[in-house]
């Protein structure tokens, strides 16, 4: 009963009302597009033009380095085995040196497209980018304060590379290790050692580089003769088998010069040192040094030029030695009835059976 009374006391909806509502927001609502149509479809061509035109930007640099990193390895491989390549890098040098260029650069490329692009396309929502930017420059800083090796090891292979300090096959002294270039990366750099050891070096702790196989080498031998021996006699000798070498293959192209004999390096009084020295192809002394030694000895034998060897000589005239100079003395101890083996004998017992009354 009291339910049916408060139903039949509230007020009855109006149709005409509702309708008249829905309609209108409705017809708000169309408004609202019809307002922001425009906008929308400006904001939206011009997002996908910016997208269209950074991927399209992207692919065309990414294409034009590689075509380029190509032609280099391609111009590498021509002269690769020639003349002319001896005095170039070797191919494998020059491909990892040109990849790793190459990556560096579409890297940075990358980066630099599609993060503009990202700031254009909410430049066009009516985003405020002031904040952005100011948190990715704190971040940035903080990063580069936490990661500052990575970064050193980072940048110091970069240039590196640029100013092709070193590469594959090369020969360096890097202060902590030294031996042949076997992989060049940007933060780490290999090497191998003398005794086979593989060396990895960090780019940003090398202070200093030497490097044995860039621009020429310096072949030196030093021939020791006797003080007596004739200097002219030598010169010839030396000069002859220098001559013979330098027309012989592969020593005509790994000599990038004469052999000069500059003279004697040092005089004693028992032997005199002359210095042979001879320009070569970069990492290609040692093989150089080893043929110039193996002719010039060779040559003083046939000269009967002699050497200063390891074990000094005999004199003319004097007498074999005496085979038991090097023999000790006879010991006083090594006879029974000596004087000196009787007295430190023991004391024989007493006779106990003997009275000493007895004669």
């Known amino acids: ?13 109006e149709p005409g009302s509702s309708l008249e509502e829905a309609a209108q927001q409705a017809g708000d609502a169309a408004g609202w597009v019809e307002e922001n149509w425009s906008t929308w479809l400006s904001t939206g061509l011009r997002i996908l033009l910016i997208i269209a035109v950074a991927i399209t930007l992207r692919y065309l640099i990414r294409r034009a380095l590689t075509n380029l990193i190509d032609r280099m390895n ?3 491989q021509a002269v690769e085995g020639t003349a002319l390549g001896g ?61 500052r090796n990575l970064v050193t090891d980072f940048l110091s292979g ?42 990895y070096l960090r780019n940003g702790e090398v202070k200093r580089i030497g490097n044995l196989s860039q621009g020429w080498s310096t072949a030196g031998v030093d021939v020791t003769v006797r ?51 001879a320009k070569t192809m970069p990492g290609k002394s040692v093989g150089v040094e080893r043929e110039l030694r193996w002719r010039i000895k060779r040559a003083l034998d046939e ?28 010991s006083a101890y090594a006879s029974a009835v000596s004087p000196q083996s009787l007295a430190t004998a023991p004391i024989p017992p007493a006779n106990l059976n003997k009275h000493p009354y007895n004669g």
């Open 1 to 13: 009963m009291y339910l049916s009374a408060l139903l039949a006391a509230a007020p009855s909806p």
């Open 74 to 76: 391609r111009s590498a």
């Open 87 to 147: 005095l170039l890098v070797n191919a494998e040098r020059r491909r990892q040196r040109s990849e790793a260029i190459g990556s560096v650069l579409r890297s940075v490329a990358s980066f630099l497209i599609m993060g503009t692009a990202a700031l254009m396309v909410l430049g066009a929502f009516k985003i405020n980018l002031a904040p952005l930017l100011a948190s990715a420059g704190v971040a940035g800083v903080a990063l580069g304060f936490g990661a």
């Open 158 to 199: 970069v240039f590196m590379i640029l100013e092709d300090q070193y590469g594959v096959g090369d020969t360096i002294d890097a202060g902590v290790a030294s031996g042949e270039v076997i992989e060049v990366g940007l933060r780490v750099t290999k090497l191998r050692g003398e005794n086979g050891a593989i060396w």
């Open 227 to 277: 003080p007596t021996e004739d200097l002219e006699r030598v010169r010839e000798a030396i000069t002859t088998a220098a001559e013979a070498m330098t027309k012989e293959e592969p020593w005509s192209e790994r000599l990038w010069g004469p052999v000069e004999v500059l003279g004697l390096d040092a005089v004693l009084l028992d032997s005199m040192t002359v210095r042979v020295t």
């Open 303 to 330: 000269a009967g030029i002699r050497m200063i060897g390891p074990v000094p000589t005999q004199a003319d005239g004097e007498g074999a030695a005496d085979p038991a100079a090097g023999m000790a003395a006879p």
